[in-house]
Structures are given as structure tokens and as C-alpha cells.
């Protein structure tokens, strides 16, 4: 019975059926709290949730509305569309706005680079500048590679985190490619986003420059800052406040000093990271993270104008907010990469492992070994509900499904 109480610990689906065992009545939608903004351009509208796809993180980050514990004081008042707050090492969800809404997610999308290219570089290699990697649009943000130029792999990571610079992006893309180049790493992103579970993410850029069918979510920028804010090296990069460009003779013989742009680290005690991001499609959005005694939540933001206050100063606001919350008041997960595992791969149901034991040796068939076609799986606080034919198996779940400790997190 383990691979059902893996199971059991690992899906977090919407439940399909109510407590009698007939359809779930739907929750009412609670608005988000929602400052009036200045009219802007419009961006590309978000695609509609598929209805019949699992809801990754427990049933109330189905919402396209405010999702805060029972009893809970009322969130901040922001211009976000949407936005999560969550523990870093608990992976508890503390409160959400839309969570699994898809929008362009400009430069935190550098995350998702990071958490993919960061781990396959030698931070020492030495790289030349392409003409390619400063192939970018006029409006782009670049931190001032030149072709030619010759830059160590962790002054490339500065360079993307601290300035936001695409050139940093496309190179660490290009180099972290292979002989793939930057669409094999673009690839190598997507694949990452699916492994961490990050569903509603679909890179199209390293950088985060708008592209046609790039997305991403509230909720799946906090599953890929967790997975960063695991890694030293890239807190290392991440929080570094400033840091010396190397020099490029004959055309740039000194260098000259970069900042970290996000005000987070200097302004809100007990900082440890982040990344800003805008672009006209994307508008503000934001990731950012900080520890309070022994808890460290991340605040995602996706959407926002600069009022009430720029998205980092909204991040602050809910920062607070979250830290006020008690341990364990939560209304969903973070979702480990076992668990997404055995989302996007559900095991057989408990019905066709039953009928394969029974069986004798060497007869049993090899549908015993896969769900049987019309199987559905349901996941209720205790554990998972199947339904095959008329057939109904429950199995109990013996922890929580939202907490791991894998990787130490």
C-alpha cells in the first residue's frame, strides 16, 4: 500500500465529489481586495483555466477571487491582480489572490532561468559576448555587455539579477544550452516549470521580454523562488546590493558598479531576496521573501500598478500581513516536486492493484498495471477517492499532504 499513501500524500486535486457523494457545490468567489488604478493599455488577456484539469495546490487555489484562512484579518488593499503569500519551508499558502491566474510575467521570469541554468555553470567559466545575445528590442533592460567582451559566468548572474539585464539573460541561455543554444535552455525552463509542478507556466523568452503564450502565476512564482531560495550560491547573486562590472579594454577600461533594484533588501528588515519585473504586457510584478524569528515567506505579485505603492512596497504590505498569520493557518500548498511528480503521473487505481494481488502469478493482466479508462481521482483532506465503474475505494493518507522535507526545506 505505499505507492497509495504516496499517493495520498502527493495529488492535490480539486474533489470531484461532495461530502454525500454526489458533485461539490462550487464556493462563492470573494473579491480581492483591489485598489482603483490609472487607465493603462490594455494586455493580453489571461487563457481560461481548463475546469476538468487538477488544481495544482489544494481546492481553494481554484479561486479566481481571495482565498485567506478562516478568521483571518482582511489582506492589504493593492493594485495586484494577483498575488500569494507563503512559508518557504512549511510550503503552507497563507493567503492568495487568483493564484493560478496566467499572466506575462516579465523579469521575474529571470527565477525560472535561474532555478534551470544556475546549477549546470561553473560560476569561473569565462564567456565571450555574441552579437546574438545583444540582439534585443530598443525598450529592452540590458546591463551593458559588449560583443567581444569577455565575462565570467557569476558576474553574468549579477549582471541578471541585480540589473535585470537580458543581455545577462540571453548569454547565460545561450551557454547553458549547449550546442542547443538558447532554445534548447528555453526548453530546459519549461521542462523545469513541469517538474516543479508550475503548470500555468509557459516560457517563451530566458528574460522574460514579452512573447506571444508566455505565462506564468502567483502560485507558480512561489514554487520557483522556493526552489531558488534553496540554493546559497543564489542568495549569493540575489542579494549581493552592488557589484563591480568587469572592465572591457579598449572600450570600457574601468567598469563601472551595478545596484540591486530591488529596494526590498534595504528597506524591510529581515530581507533576503527577490526580483523585480515590468513590461507594458506584463505591467509591475514582483517576488520577494524575508525571515521573521524562524519563518521565511515569499510574496508574489503579479499585475500591479504603482499605486497605492511600487509592487516591492506592496509586497511589503502583505509581507506583514503574513507574518501576523500563526503557523499552520493555511488554505493551500506549495507543492514539492514529488508531489508534482505524482500529479502528472497519477499511480494505477487501488481497484486494478486489488484485482493484480488476487490474481495468480503470470495471469494478471496488463491493465493492473495503469487506471483503468474513465478512472478519476479526487483528494479530499484525508486522502484520495477513486472511482472506477461503480467500484468506490478510499484510501487514507497518514501525513499531511502539503508538508515534505525534502530538500531540507
Known sequence: MEVWRLAAAALTVLPLVGPSGGPSSPTPVVPCPYASTPTIPPTPPSPERDPAAPVVGGERMATTGLAVPDGAAA?????????????????????????????????????LLAATVLPKLDPNQVVEATPADLDLPADSSMVGLIVGGHYPVSALWYGLLLESGNDAANTLARVGGGDGGVPATIAA????AHRLGADDTHAVTPSGYDGPDQFTSAYDLALIARENFARPAFLQYDT???????????????GFQIQNENKLLTEYPGAIGGKTGFTDEARHTYVGAARR??????????????????????????????????????????????????????????????SAAA???????????RAPSGTTLALGGAGIVLIAGAGVVFVRARRRYGVSSAGGR
Do not use: Y
Open 75 to 111: 489582506p492589504p488593499t493593492l493594485s495586484a491582480m494577483s498575488w500569494v503569500v507563503a512559508d518557504l519551508d512549511t510550503g503552507e499558502v497563507l493567503g492568495a489572490c487568483a493564484p493560478h491566474l496566467r499572466r506575462r510575467p516579465a523579469s521575474v521570469q529571470k527565477l
Open 189 to 192: 525552463m519549461n521542462a523545469e
Open 240 to 254: 549581493a546590493l552592488t557589484f563591480q562590472w568587469p572592465a572591457q579594454p579598449p572600450k570600457d577600461p574601468k
Open 293 to 354: 524569528g524562524d519563518r521565511r515567506l515569499v510574496v508574489t505579485i503579479m499585475g500591479a500598478e504603482v499605486v497605492p505603492a511600487r509592487a516591492w512596497k506592496q509586497g511589503t504590505t502583505l509581507l506583514d500581513w503574513g507574518f501576523a498569520r500563526p503557523a499552520g493557518s493555511s488554505v493551500g500548498h506549495l507543492v514539492t516536486p514529488e508531489e508534482a511528480e505524482a500529479l502528472h503521473n497519477p499511480p494505477p487505481s487501488a481497484v486494478a492493484v486489488a
Open 359 to 369: 490474481a495468480p502469478a503470470g495471469t494478471r493482466p496488463p491493465s493492473a498495471t
